[in-house]
């Protein structure tokens, strides 16, 4: 049975007690390139193709996505989801001591680690429990803590939390934002919105329609996520909207795009996100689609 955030254990991430590791780690290398053709063009091309591997290197995350299921049955593809290594009291002290302490709610619970970096030092991704404490009122009187972040003004009734897979690794989320400055959510949603625009529309037509299928399946596993009592408790509060009908980050439009690192963190968790893999293809050197 899974603990409900009403019990008195704390919720945190960095507050709740990890369980000890018993499972290896889910990436062991680096995202494999796939060999372009030597040029015939001398030194200058030679020189090219050097400075194409340095940037691909440079791009490079040391992070990769579980293998994919090679199938398109929906089943088949939420078992992925389930497949995690356990968070760890290490991991709850490098999670601290890093920038992400901030930028993840503390009174949030951590179910597992969705994604490693390779080697399995860290956690690069991951799986939080759809409902969090809304605030701590005796933490937030202590000096160090601020009385309004993550407070919703409900107290600490629980609040959802629709983000189910986070993006940790700080490497990866450098360089997702890289690709967010040059203006590909405007780009990916364009093309999820308007495929009858594209080079190829009876493709895009079938990306948004397999991106759709993802968001839901995102949807119904952060569900099923949650306890008994917890289900009962989104229902009467009205949170089962936001958290079994809204797809991956709550959207509600089933084709939208919002954060790149929320796809990328999804992708790397279930290899089931489509614009995750396009990031994952573009930082390995090659074209999106």
Not at 35 to 61: F, I, M, Q, T, Y
Request: hydrophobic letters at 30%.
């Amino acid at each position: 049975t899974r603990p409900s955030p009403h019990s008195s254990a704390p919720m945190g991430g960095t507050a709740s007690t990890p369980e000890s590791s018993t499972g290896g780690s889910l990436v062991v290398n680096h995202t494999s390139q796939e060999a372009s053709p030597s040029g015939s063009g001398g030194e200058g091309s030679h020189e090219n193709e050097e400075r194409k591997e340095e940037k691909e290197l440079e791009n490079a995350v040391s992070v990769c996505a579980k293998p994919d299921t090679d199938t398109d049955d929906g089943e088949s593809r939420l078992q992925a989801y389930h497949t995690q290594t356990p968070y760890t009291a290490a991991d709850r002290d490098w999670l601290k001591s890093g920038p992400q302490s901030k930028a993840l709610d503390p009174l949030l619970r951590i179910l597992g680690v969705g994604c490693r970096t390779a080697g399995g030092e860290h956690p690069a991704v991951l799986v939080c429990y759809p409902l969090r404490v809304a605030q701590d009122l005796d933490r937030s009187s202590k000096k160090g803590f601020s009385t309004n972040k993550w407070n919703p003004k409900v107290g600490k009734a629980p609040v959802p939390w629709p983000n189910t897979f986070w993006l940790c690794d700080s490497d990866a989320i450098k360089k997702i934002g890289n690709l967010e400055h040059q203006g590909l959510i405007k780009k990916f949603n364009n093309r999820f919105l308007f495929p009858e625009l594209e080079k190829d529309p009876a493709q895009a037509t079938l990306d948004a329609e397999k991106f759709a299928a993802q968001h839901a399946r995102y949807a119904k596993f952060r569900w099923s996520l949650l306890s008994d009592d917890d289900r009962a408790y989104a229902k009467t509060h009205g949170y089962e909207d936001v958290l079994l009908h809204c797809g991956i980050g709550s959207l509600r439009i089933m084709t939208q795009v919002k954060c790149l690192h929320l796809h990328y963190g999804h992708f790397l968790a279930t290899n089931d996100n489509l614009v995750g893999e396009w990031c994952q293809r573009l930082l390995g050197g090659k074209k999106a689609y």
